[in-house]
């Protein structure tokens, strides 16, 4: 369909015209330059008139598509959750009346709710499908949809795939069926989830817990405009913990996100107004949440001092502690290609199984099932380095809202004997050894960018180094090929799915360059066993994109 045509249909579109009128002529050409597409995380873009854009025309016709996907299925049913980002409501109850007039069973939140919470409910109602309308982490202008099998995971690559044909088959989205929201409720077709299937999830995180230790521990909590408020503190507060106190002006849902630049748990600057609270109030620990609380950043104060903890050393800090609670069965970690190998030889060291997979917490999702036929094991924790952590699998994603009580909990028996997370981490690395990362995400911008994105890779894979910053290459993970190639030629295959990734190794550690599947960027990891880590990654990072 030509941009006419979409120009022509812009007023049912969601879109203020004046707004659409007013982008620049680059803005316009990439919203009709592309298509939408299946990503490692569902769908994420901007919102927008045209194919490339998220609006109501695109959304319906992932709709249509699902309600396609479904049609061979004895009584079908969907549940769909959303965050507190723009529209985010509005595509929901798009989605909702599409399926409910194919005649698909719906069951959708009252209000906006969080990713983990939406894994949970799949589960309960034995669900065929589950979405979440989110962007998770991405600036205002940006909304997705994220799209989960009956595991509560999201979707691994075969059913996406076969997801996304069924989608890109539908050519005409201005004539897409739907039922009004309101005559779905009215029928019964449509139905919200009810209010036991939203306290059960509540009360498996509580359950999980147990209790806080009593002790002097302080926090403050930002949910950066997002759906962690209220159901965190709620949390907190049926747990005995009642010393924390939330950044008022952050604990508003609001998809502008107007306190900050990224309302991303992983930027330092996103803690600005909870460093300015937490001097105030004397905290011991910043935590922040991102806007659909499936990740989760944490800052420590150590020694007068606030400390960032970046997505490696949490999750070290949560291996660790896993690893010490009595079990009568193997316990089992995954984690991505990309996160950390220091979790490896803590996990080894416990008599653990590592298991490693492509970044995505999908293929977390997908291993997870499969131990569920091996009774002699026990998943005990799911991560990567990007703050996403899972400690029990009564949800299939992501889940920072039972990981919010579990670190105060450890914080809280810290503080009691006069330590904090730092020297906890501390003494981590001086039993198992000390490898530090440092990550470097460049972005892209339009149909250039990309072009510029697939010429790195290109030239990395056909003219890979064979020495990086003094360092010697001796093996090379093309997870694209599917090959591991050493120095001397020798080469074997890699046993998982195709994705655009490289990763170099040397004796003392290893780096990676991958894409984003989701948005324009790719990204430089960079792990070495140094003390110097972040001028040794800045030569690296320089001598790759010519900074």
């Known amino acids: 369909m030509d941009r006419k045509q979409w120009e022509d249909h812009i007023s049912g579109s969601f879109i203020d015209r004046k707004s659409y009128e007013a982008l620049s002529t680059a803005d316009k050409e990439e919203s009709f330059g592309?298509?939408?597409?299946?990503?490692?995380?569902?769908?994420?873009?901007?919102?927008?008139?045209?194919?490339?854009?998220?609006?109501?025309?695109?959304?319906?016709?992932?709709?249509?598509?699902?309600?396609?996907?479904?049609?061979?299925?004895s009584d079908p049913v969907v549940v769909i959750g959303y965050d507190t980002r723009h529209f985010s409501i509005e595509f929901s109850q798009t989605m909702a009346s599409v399926l409910a007039h194919n005649g698909i069973s719906v069951k959708v939140t009252k209000q906006y709710t969080s990713t983990p919470e939406l894994s949970f409910f799949i589960r309960s109602y034995g669900a065929s499908i589950g979405v979440m309308i989110t962007a998770s982490h991405n600036p205002p202008e940006y909304n997705g949809?994220?799209?989960?099998?009956?595991?509560?995971?999201?979707?691994?690559?075969?059913?996406?795939?076969a997801l996304s044909e069924k989608i890109n088959a539908i050519e005409d989205v201005f004539s897409i069926g739907s039922q009004p929201f309101e005559d779905g409720l009215g029928e019964g077709i449509i139905q919200y989830v009810s209010g036991e299937v939203v306290d059960s999830y509540r009360n498996h995180v509580t359950s999980?817990?147990?209790s806080i230790p009593e002790s002097e521990l302080s926090i403050v909590f930002s949910s950066l405009h997002g759906t962690s408020v209220p159901i965190v503190p709620e949390l907190l507060d049926s747990l005995g913990f009642n010393?924390?106190?939330?950044?008022?002006?952050?604990?508003?849902?609001?998809?502008?996100?107007?306190?900050?630049?990224?309302?991303?748990?992983?930027?330092?600057?996103?803690?600005?107004?909870?460093?300015?609270?937490?001097?105030?109030?004397?905290?011991?620990?910043?935590?922040?949440?991102?806007?659909?609380a499936d990740r989760m950043g944490v800052i420590v104060r150590h020694e007068d001092r606030y400390v960032h903890l970046n997505g490696n050393q949490l999750g070290i800090l949560l291996l660790d502690q896993r690893m010490?609670?009595?079990?009568g069965k193997t316990p089992v970690v995954i984690k991505s290609i990309v996160t950390s190998d220091l979790g490896r030889k803590i996990t080894e060291a416990a008599g653990?199984?590592?298991?490693?997979?492509?970044?995505?917490?999908?293929?977390?999702?997908?291993?997870?099932?499969?131990?569920?036929?091996?009774?002699?094991?026990?998943?005990?924790?799911?991560?990567?380095?990007?703050?996403?952590?899972?400690?029990?699998?009564?949800?299939?994603?992501?889940?920072?809202?039972?990981?919010?009580?579990?670190?105060?909990?450890?914080?809280?028996?810290?503080?009691?004997?006069?330590?904090?997370?730092?020297?906890?981490?501390?003494?981590?690395?001086?039993?198992?050894?000390?490898?530090?990362e440092v990550l470097y995400s460049h972005t892209f911008e339009g149909t250039e960018g990309r072009e510029y994105i697939d010429e790195i890779m290109s030239n990395f894979r056909s003219n890979t180094p064979?020495?990086?910053?003094?360092?010697?290459?001796?093996?090379?993970e093309d997870f694209l090929l599917g090959r591991r190639t050493d120095s001397s030629g020798n080469s074997e295959e890699i046993d998982l799915p195709e994705a655009n990734v490289i990763k170099l190794h040397f004796k003392d550690g290893?780096?990676?360059?991958?894409?984003?599947?989701?948005?324009?960027?790719?990204?430089?990891?960079?792990?070495l066993d140094s003390t110097q880590i972040e001028q040794e990654g800045k030569i690296i990072n320089d001598m790759i994109f010519g900074v």
């Not at 919102?47 to 996907?69: C, D, F, M, Q, W």
């Not at 948005?519 to 990891?525: A, D, F, N, S, T």
Request: glycine share 10%; net charge negative; aromatic share 8%.
């Open 466 to 476: 064979k020495e990086i910053g003094r360092r010697e290459v001796i093996l090379v």
């Open 243 to 292: 010393d924390y106190s939330l950044v008022t002006e952050q604990c508003v849902p609001d998809g502008d996100f107007p306190t900050t630049t990224s309302p991303n748990p992983e930027s330092p600057e996103s803690f600005e107004y909870s460093k300015v609270l937490g001097r105030e109030t004397g905290a011991d620990l910043l935590i922040a949440t991102d806007p659909d």
């Open 34 to 73: 592309g298509t939408l597409s299946f990503g490692t995380a569902g769908i994420r873009g901007k919102i927008g008139l045209g194919p490339n854009r998220l609006n109501r025309y695109t959304v319906e016709k992932v709709a249509l598509g699902l309600a396609h996907s479904l049609k061979d299925e």
């Open 145 to 161: 949809i994220k799209v989960y099998g009956p595991d509560g995971a999201q979707l691994i690559d075969a059913p996406a795939a």
């Open 208 to 210: 999980f817990i147990g």
């Open 352 to 436: 653990g199984e590592m298991i490693e997979v492509l970044t995505g917490f999908k293929y977390i999702g997908e291993r997870i099932k499969s131990l569920e036929n091996e009774s002699d094991k026990q998943f005990v924790l799911g991560y990567e380095e990007s703050y996403g952590y899972l400690l029990e699998p009564f949800v299939r994603d992501k889940d920072a809202i039972q990981v919010v009580p579990y670190i105060i909990s450890m914080a809280a028996g810290l503080r009691n004997e006069g330590r904090t997370l730092v020297d906890q981490l501390e003494d981590i690395y001086e039993e198992h050894g000390r490898i530090m």
């Open 324 to 327: 010490k609670e009595k079990r």
């Open 510 to 527: 290893w780096i990676a360059l991958r894409p984003s599947g989701t948005e324009p960027k790719i990204k430089l990891y960079v792990s």
